[in-house]
Every structure is written in structure tokens, then in C-alpha cells.
């Protein structure tokens, strides 16, 4: 071979080499600019935090993973009934941003076919920062528990290191020692505190509500022994756990039920509880500061707002343990697993499926996110100070909403329905110390009782208690309002509303549940 013929050779090789390599070159940065993932997702709105499509923490999501999220924002009175119409009715959203679909109409969905059965694909290792925080923190048997009857949980549970005390009876305490009163420790000395108040000035109305009845019922309830309503632990409006027990029992038309809304039905008759239940947009944040009502069940980051935009001078709020009642003091039951990301029939049906529930992962359970949803963007809303602990900007620290709702609010940080993984421990930080000691408290008087465990349902038995809830739980609440404003009295039409309940299904829902225990 001539030296001209070899050069001309290598000459070629060396040119193929190239090519290839640019190629490839090509090929790699053709991955890294791979189109944003576009996919559907809901967002339960509350209207005390409504959302913000150009939040920090949605922004920096959409960067961090490579997203083109578009979120459908519905009210969170309407959420679940909006929710599980869609999947009744082949939804065109990808991801249900917040379900627990282990009871009631939710499961009997799941097992219809009309959620991608997700422990498989946990199975198969596609969400490898989910199951990473379950091995760390010892929940495989808690979520084994969410299994339904064909052995499969659907939804990708939110997460929490330990249950905290976030949220419950809050008052003013300058009026406290107005009164020369001690804290509250049991129903008689909140009602002696709420005629104090009502005397005091006859036009407000002390206690009122948060969004709806149902906050103040769910955090008061078990302390009279039992809880019902829309945020039943049961996952059923009709249906309470009897602890000691372990065993369903029909709540809304027990002993409990009479005693708790009788004293509901008292305090109401007597001016000392806000007749508008359903207070709308800022009303109750505005009643609160106003000095129009002075008692709620809420939540500690919400204090400093109250104080922040009230012209009261000398106002302040505390937040205070459990309220000791019948059957003790204790607050609504809590698990260190809650409603979580669910993905939809149709979202199994794309094509890129794997990548979808990839990024949700990622977005939800990794440890990128679990700063991002609980801090924020470093640098941004937080630093690291010279002894590596996280610190707040002044603007946080001096904001009159305090540094927890200041985040809520500016960036979306600590929103319920988007942040996935909750750890006790960061989320200190962002509250004074005065909470850390009610939390200490309430953990002392062990007043957190856990979420009953879910029942295993047959897809028959899921399909009849589906669509025997919801006809009951309209009923439940229908009557309750009466005997609340005195329309109907506990007594007299007491055996009246049993019997309607009972002639809708009641006991044959709390049959079906207790047959289905684990």
C-alpha cells in the first residue's frame, strides 16, 4: 500500500472518528434539551392560601425537573366531589395531586380500573426516592396497610417523619388575662372564656370557623370520643373508630354525637357561635383580627397574620393543647401517611408514563424537593448561616405574618395539597419557640391518636359502601345543621334521624366495614 493510499486512509478514519464523535455529541445534548414533560395536575385550593401559578416553588419545580406542569386549581370544598366525577368519567387530568384512595368511592374507583395500580411500578423501581424515604423511616408496614383487596395501593402517599401538633384551639390571650383566666384545659373553661367574651361585647359572636365546620369538628371531636364529617379518620362521614376496641361504629347517630352537638347546639343558642359556618374568601382572618369573633380552631401560622393586620392594640393569640372532654384530651387523628399523588387511567395510557411518574417522584419525594416545598430556593427565602443552619432573610423574620405564613403566602413554601414530604424537624425552623413547647406538651399528653387502619374492601363490598356514603353523609349534614340552629331538637327529633339514617343504610355501611377490618 502506497504512503499516499494510507494517509488518504487515516485521513478518512480520522474524519469518521470525528463525525462520530459530533454525533454523539449531538445525541447527548439532545437528552439534556429534551422537551419539558407536559402533564395535567390537580391543586386542592384553599381559599385562606389560594394558589399562584407563578409561585417560587412551582417555577423551580418546572426548572428542576424539566417540567411543563399545568395545574387545574378547584376549590377545596368541591375537591373530592370534582375529583372522583372525573374519574368516574375517563378524566382528562394526568396526576390527582391529593387522594387517599383506601375507602368509600375513591377505592371503589381504584379497583374499577380508573387509577394506575402504582405499587406496581414502585415494584418495578421507578419512584426510587419514594421508597427510599419509606425504608428510612420504617413505613413499609403503614403502607401496606393502604392496600386494597387485590393487593395494590394507588396513590403515592404524603409523608411525615413524626405527626405534629400544626393546628387547633386558638384564642385571644390578651382577653385571657383581661379575665383573669388561666389557660383552658377542658370544654367548661372554653365555654366560661366564650360568655366572658360574649359579655364583654354582645355583637361578636366568639367562635368561629375556619373554611368550614369541619375544621372545628375534627380537631374538637375526639376528646367527646368519637369523628364524623368530612374529615372523618375513618375516610367515611357516617363512621368512627372505637379505639379501644378496633372496631367501626356508626358516629354520627351515637351517645357522642348527641352529647357534642348538644353543646354546639348551646353555645349557639346562646350567641357564642358564629350562625355564617361557611365564611368565605378572608372573612374569617378578618373576624379574627377585627375582634368580631375571638375563638377558632386553626392553625399556628396563621397568628401572625391575625396580629399583623389587626387595629386592636395589645391583641395576641396562643395556640393551646388539646381540650380535655369526655373521653379525654385528644386531637384529630393524624398517620404518618396521608392523601397523596394519584395517577390516572389515562396518564397509564401515555406513552411516556414511565418518565411521568419519574418526575413526580422526583418533584414529590426527593431530597431537593423536600427543601424546596418545606424552605424554598436557597439563597432566595433562606441561607445557610456560618454554623451551616438554615436562617431567614429579614424580610421573612420581620414580616407581621410570621416566617411559616410569610412562605406560605410570597412563595408557596408549607402548602398542604403540593408539599409531599413533611420532616418535624425542618419544619421547626420556620415557627418560634413557643410553638416547639405546645408541641412538646401535646406529645407529653400523647393526645395524637393514629388514622385508623383502612379496611380491605371487595370490589363489590367498595361498590355498595360508595353508594351508600354520600347519600348518608347529605343527610348527616343536613340534620346536624338543624340540630346545631335549633330547626330540630336532639331530643325530641332525636329517633327521627336515626331512623332516617338508618333507613338509608347506616348500619349496613358499618357492617360492611367492620366485616372488612384487618
Known amino acids: 500500500m502506497s504512503k499516499s493510499l494510507r494517509s488518504t486512509i487515516r485521513r478518512c478514519l480520522v474524519t469518521m472518528l470525528a463525525l462520530t464523535l459530533c454525533l454523539t455529541g449531538l445525541m447527548v445534548y439532545a437528552a439534556a434539551e429534551e422537551a419539558p414533560l407536559k402533564f395535567t395536575i390537580t391543586y386542592s385550593d384553599n381559599p385562606t392560601l389560594p394558589f399562584k401559578q407563578d409561585w417560587l416553588v412551582i417555577t423551580e419545580a418546572n426548572k428542576l425537573w424539566n417540567l411543563d406542569a399545568t395545574w387545574e386549581v378547584i376549590p377545596n370544598m368541591d375537591y373530592n366531589t370534582k375529583v372522583l366525577a372525573e374519574l368516574g368519567t375517563n378524566t382528562t387530568y394526568d396526576v390527582i395531586m391529593y387522594l387517599s384512595p383506601t375507602a368509600g368511592e375513591a377505592a371503589n374507583l381504584a379497583l374499577g380500573g380508573a387509577m394506575a395500580p402504582i405499587s406496581d411500578y414502585v415494584e418495578m423501581g421507578w419512584t426510587p426516592h419514594f421508597s427510599k424515604c419509606i425504608e428510612k423511616w420504617g413505613m413499609q408496614e403503614e403502607l401496606n396497610q393502604r392496600r386494597l383487596s387485590d393487593g395494590k395501593y394507588y396513590f403515592l402517599p404524603t409523608l411525615y417523619d413524626k405527626p405534629f401538633f400544626d393546628g387547633g384551639l386558638i384564642l385571644r390571650e390578651d382577653l385571657l388575662e383581661e379575665f383573669g383566666m388561666a389557660a383552658p384545659k377542658t370544654f367548661d373553661d372554653l365555654y366560661a372564656y366564650l360568655k366572658a367574651c360574649k359579655e364583654r361585647d354582645p355583637s361578636c359572636f366568639p367562635l368561629t370557623h375556619l373554611v368550614a365546620p369541619y375544621v372545628t369538628w375534627r380537631m374538637s371531636m375526639p376528646s367527646w370520643g ?86 386592636i392594640e395589645g391583641i395576641r393569640f396562643n ?18 401517611l396521608g392523601g397523596g399523588p394519584v395517577f390516572t387511567a389515562a396518564a397509564q395510557n401515555r406513552p411516556d408514563f414511565e418518565r411521568l411518574v419519574r418526575a413526580i417522584d422526583a418533584m414529590c419525594y426527593s431530597d431537593e424537593a423536600a427543601v424546596l416545598w418545606c424552605l424554598g430556593v436557597e439563597g432566595t427565602t433562606f441561607y445557610y448561616d456560618a454554623d451551616g443552619k438554615v436562617a431567614f432573610f429579614d424580610e ?29 424537624a425542618q419544619e421547626m425552623l420556620k415557627y418560634d419557640e413557643n410553638y416547639a413547647a405546645i408541641n412538646a406538651v401535646v406529645a407529653e399528653m400523647n393526645a395524637i ?17 360508595s ?43 358499618c357492617q360492611i366495614y367492620n366485616d372488612s377490618r384487618r
Open 449 to 465: 391518636p393514629l388514622i385508623p387502619p383502612s379496611p380491605v374492601l371487595s370490589e363489590d363490598n367498595a361498590e355498595r359502601a
Open 226 to 311: 368519637f369523628n364524623v364529617g368530612r374529615s372523618a379518620a375513618t375516610g367515611v362521614a357516617v363512621l368512627s373508630w372505637d379505639y379501644e376496641n378496633k372496631e367501626y361504629f356508626a358516629g354520627a347517630i351515637s351517645e357522642q354525637y348527641k352529647a357534642y352537638f348538644g353543646w354546639m347546639a348551646k353555645l349557639y343558642a346562646e350567641g357564642l357561635l358564629d350562625p355564617e359556618f361557611w365564611p368565605e374568601g378572608d372573612m374569617w382572618a378578618t373576624k379574627m383580627a377585627t375582634g368580631a369573633a375571638t375563638v377558632s380552631y386553626a392553625y399556628y401560622d396563621q397568628i401572625g397574620g391575625l396580629v399583623g393586620n389587626s387595629e
Open 467 to 509: 353508594m351508600l356514603a354520600m347519600p348518608l353523609r347529605d343527610l348527616f349534614e343536613t340534620w346536624t345543621d338543624h340540630f346545631i340552629i335549633g330547626e330540630k331538637d336532639l331530643d325530641a327529633d332525636w329517633d327521627t334521624y336515626v331512623a332516617e339514617m338508618q333507613a338509608i343504610g347506616i348500619d349496613e355501611i
Open 319 to 336: 395556640m393551646y393543647p388539646s381540650l380535655e372532654g369526655p373521653y379525654g384530651a385528644y386531637h384529630q387523628p393524624k398517620a404518618r
Open 396 to 424: 421573612a423574620l420581620n414580616s407581621p405574618d410570621g416566617v411559616y405564613k410569610f412562605l406560605q403566602v410570597t412563595y408557596g413554601c408549607g402548602a398542604d395539597p403540593s408539599q409531599q414530604v413533611w420532616i418535624n
